[in-house]
């Protein structure tokens, strides 16, 4: 943080506030104390007979890696109703919310996956500008390689075990940061 976006200063610094544990950008101008948290992600596992509805992505990151409907929570919004928005802005696609699925932590990156299940209402989907394609997928047809983020394969591993066992109960975990590949081991293979 350069400046402050309060009143403007560049007296900006990190320091631990009174009464506080941690440190936070505070303003030497105006004392305004810049929070800042994580971010929450809500989506939809949309679900239609026994497939379910994929988008390919059309931006980075994960350019044409396919993922679920998901984006950021807007301000003023409910999660379900977020996830309902962006399963239309990027499928293009009319669902029913239904039960919370899964909660995963992001702490390496600040933030928060929420997702639901959710039923397809109709065949009337497509992509919206950030999506190139979007389709329904049965289990045996679902590109497990070519899946844009942990989450979303997360997400999926667990549903299709649990559409096996026919109870579906939601999923709180956490993902830490994927551990570099050691090149010695590498090149000892
Ligand atoms: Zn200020």
């Known amino acids: 943080m350069n400046f402050c976006s309060h009143c403007g200063s560049r007296d900006i610094g990190l320091r631990?506030?009174?009464g506080d544990t941690l440190p936070r950008f505070v303003c030497s101008a105006?004392?305004?104390i810049h929070y800042q948290n994580?971010?929450?992600v809500v989506g939809c596992l949309p679900e239609y007979e026994n497939q379910v509805l994929l988008c390919r992505r059309a931006i980075e990151p994960r350019y044409g890696k396919w993922t679920l409907p998901a984006g950021f929570l807007e301000n003023g919004e409910s999660i379900a109703t977020g996830a309902q928005r962006e399963t239309i802005e990027e499928a293009g696609a009319r669902v029913e919310v239904g039960d919370l699925y899964t909660v995963?932590?992001?702490p390496y990156i600040n933030q928060v996956y929420i997702m639901f299940r959710a039923r397809?209402?109709?065949l009337d989907f497509g992509p919206g500008t950030e999506s190139l394609e979007v389709r329904l997928f049965g289990e045996d047809e679902?590109?497990?390689e070519e899946l844009a983020f942990r989450t979303i394969t997360r997400t999926l591993r667990n549903y299709?075990?649990?559409r096996k066992r026919g109870a579906f109960p939601t999923h709180v975990s956490t993902l830490e940061r994927r551990p570099p590949v050691r090149p010695e081991l590498t090149a000892a293979a």
């Open 120 to 122: 397809l209402l109709d």
């Open 142 to 144: 679902v590109p497990w």
């Open 16 to 18: 631990v506030p009174e």
């Open 38 to 40: 994580p971010q929450v």
């Open 104 to 106: 995963i932590s992001l």
């Open 30 to 32: 105006c004392g305004v």
């Open 160 to 162: 299709f075990l649990d």
